[in-house]
């Protein structure tokens, strides 16, 4: 059985090397759009405790391949989904005038090139939105199954036209399936 970690929404790194230390058996993927973030990530990478095999990806977890649009905000901020509101506390919203096209990946079809259901699979997601169509695609056709852990930040509360009743039956149909960790 094979140990993989996949982080969804890599950000600066600083989770990445984190879940390295923490899980130091394992098969890491790195998945993130702004390639400005990328000297960081491996930044990250080099300080790790051990030498892990970390494969960092240029690219937006999404629902097909191809390119996308992402709009950029704060480096914590930055959305390929359309009307997200960032709190207050981040001194910049996001851009949405001056879309930046990048790589996507569909994260359901790269799951099934990449692992099998006997490997231990640990996804940290946040993809600031993303995670409501991707999770989506996943349960529907069925690759949420080769997930076992699924770290996640879920951003309903930044998306003024997303409902409720539709953010919690996501939640309930993932978490029936899948060990779901609240990340924040």
């Known amino acids: 059985m094979r140990k993989v970690f996949i982080d969804c929404g890599t950000n600066l790194g600083i989770v990445l090397n984190r879940f390295i230390d923490e899980l130091p058996d394992h098969d890491f993927y790195a998945f993130e759009p702004n390639k400005d973030l990328h000297p960081s990530i491996r930044q990250e990478v080099a300080r790790a405790a051990h030498s892990p095999r970390v494969e960092i990806s240029h690219s937006?977890?999404?629902t097909h391949d191809g390119t996308i649009d992402l709009f950029l905000g704060?480096?914590?901020s930055s959305t390929v989904m359309p009307g997200k509101r960032v709190p207050p506390m981040y001194d910049q919203q996001i851009d949405y005038s001056a879309?930046?096209?990048?790589p996507a990946t569909d994260f359901s079809a790269w799951m099934r090139r990449t692992v099998t259901p006997h490997d231990h699979v640990v996804v940290?997601?946040?993809i600031e939105g993303a995670e409501y169509p991707v999770l989506n695609?996943?349960?529907a056709d069925g690759t949420?199954?080769?997930i076992s852990?699924?770290?996640i930040e879920w951003h309903y509360d930044r998306f003024p036209a997303m409902k409720q009743a539709d953010h919690d039956q996501l939640v309930g149909a993932v978490s029936a399936r899948v060990d779901v960790r609240d990340w924040d």
């Not at 879309?99 to 990048?102: F, I, L, N, Q, R």
């Open 60 to 62: 937006a977890v999404w």
């Open 144 to 146: 949420l199954s080769l």
């Open 74 to 76: 704060h480096h914590e």
């Open 137 to 139: 695609k996943l349960l």
């Open 99 to 102: 879309p930046v096209a990048v």
């Open 149 to 151: 852990v699924l770290y």
């Open 124 to 126: 940290k997601m946040d």
